[in-house]
Structures are given as structure tokens and as C-alpha cells.
């Protein structure tokens, strides 16, 4: 069986350049989906661990209700700020934004930056609502 040299350029995978696009997730991807759900199964998990020893625990166990904000609520506020962020730069592209006095965020850049700022937020709403 002999493959074509020249694509058909009516060919629904193929993109502008001539290079054919692929269906298939790029590594990149995947590995940073299964870093942010491993982040969270590892948090679930470890909330579970010290809820069910925390309870035979009577220090483990005022300490939880003393500084569970502290203890549970920031590191879960960066771990949903992650999410957030990854769930936008998968939906809608790379992450590009302005600031005042003509200041441009590309690339990774943006994504850190909104990334700290949605992490300044929701950590300034955990402590003002507590």
C-alpha cells in the first residue's frame, strides 16, 4: 500500500501550515491534568487521614479546630486556584492580560500572575469571612 506525498488539501485534519492536527491530548496536557488531580487526591486524602486519627488524638484534634483554616483552607485555596486557572488556559487558550502602566502578561507569565491573584483573593475572602 503506497502513502500519498501530498496531502488532500479538503483534508478535515489538516491544518493552515499543511502539518496534520491531532485529535489526541498533547502530553503537556495530560501531564499537567494529572498533576492538579493527583494535588487534589492527595489533599482529600490527607484530610481523611487526620480526621480519623485526629479524632483518638486529643491535641491532633484541637489543633484541627483551632487553625483549620490555617491547616486545610490555604493550601485548598491554592489548590482551586490552580484548577481555576488550568480550567482556563485549557478552555480558552494561552493567558494574556494588561495591567496598569502598560504592563503585559504572556505566556506563563499570565498564568502565574492570575494565578497569584486569584490565590490573594480567595485567601482574603477565607480569612474575611471566617
Not at 23 to 38: C, D, F, M, T
Amino acid at each position: 500500500m503506497s502513502v500519498p506525498l501530498v496531502k488532500d488539501p479538503e483534508s478535515p485534519h489538516q491544518a493552515q501550515g499543511g502539518r496534520e492536527q491531532s485529535k489526541r491530548p498533547s502530553i503537556k496536557n495530560l501531564l499537567g491534568w494529572s498533576a492538579v488531580i493527583l494535588g487534589g487526591l492527595f489533599m482529600f486524602g490527607t484530610t481523611m487521614i487526620v480526621l480519623y486519627h485526629g479524632t483518638k488524638q486529643e491535641t491532633l484534634e484541637q489543633m484541627v479546630r483551632d487553625h483549620f483554616r490555617a491547616l486545610y483552607g490555604i493550601p485548598m485555596m491554592s489548590i482551586c486556584s490552580l484548577l481555576l486557572v488550568s480550567f482556563l488556559r485549557a478552555s480558552a487558550g494561552p493567558i494574556e492580560f494588561e495591567l496598569p502602566f502598560n504592563i503585559k502578561f504572556k505566556g506563563a507569565s499570565g498564568q502565574i500572575v492570575l494565578w497569584v491573584l486569584c490565590y490573594l483573593a480567595m485567601t482574603a475572602s477565607l480569612i474575611a469571612l471566617w
